[in-house]
């Protein structure tokens, strides 16, 4: 799986998920369709960013994310992010994809687990339709 992501400044907001896509080909194609329909044009609701210009190298495909569960035969997948604040910035970093929940929660719990409890830090579980590009994100 493939997944396709816009890259935030971490003093503005966290980076969106945009989808998830089985072939390289799939992501590619709805990369080309973000870029036109949204970084190029006239309602880029990220086009002001603290610290960053933007530009299409930030709307990035992901590829070698670690697969909790078989995802190949879902419609639906589930991806694990972790969140952390500290110094003004938020940083999403993206943990796993499962094609069950309970793996992806189960994931998501033990990551929290570890912890230091020095800077705020959460674990989310997002619900993503394989080969549906979110223009909204």
């Known amino acids: 799986?493939?997944?396709?992501?816009?890259?935030?400044?971490?003093?503005?907001?966290?980076?969106?998920?945009?989808?998830?896509?089985?072939?390289?080909?799939?992501?590619?194609?709805?990369?080309?369709?973000?870029?036109?329909?949204?970084?190029?044009?006239?309602?880029?609701?990220?086009?002001?960013?603290?610290?960053?210009?933007?530009?299409?190298?930030?709307?990035?495909?992901?590829?070698?994310?670690?697969?909790?569960?078989?995802?190949?035969?879902?419609?639906?997948?589930?991806?694990?992010t972790s969140k952390s604040e500290a110094l003004g910035q938020v940083v999403l970093k993206l943990e796993a994809i499962s094609g069950s929940e309970g793996a992806a929660r189960k994931r998501a719990s033990e990551l929290e687990a570890q912890d230091d409890g020095e800077f705020p830090f959460s674990c989310d579980v997002h619900v993503l339709e394989v080969g549906e590009l979110r223009l909204d994100a």
């Open 1 to 80: 799986m493939h997944l396709l992501v816009r890259e935030i400044s971490p003093y503005t907001a966290v980076n969106r998920l945009l989808g998830v896509f089985r072939t390289l080909a799939d992501a590619e194609a709805s990369r080309t369709t973000y870029l036109r329909s949204v970084v190029h044009g006239a309602n880029d609701p990220w086009v002001k960013q603290a610290y960053r210009r933007v530009s299409d190298a930030d709307v990035v495909i992901v590829s070698d994310l670690e697969q909790l569960e078989s995802v190949e035969a879902s419609t639906r997948v589930f991806v694990v």
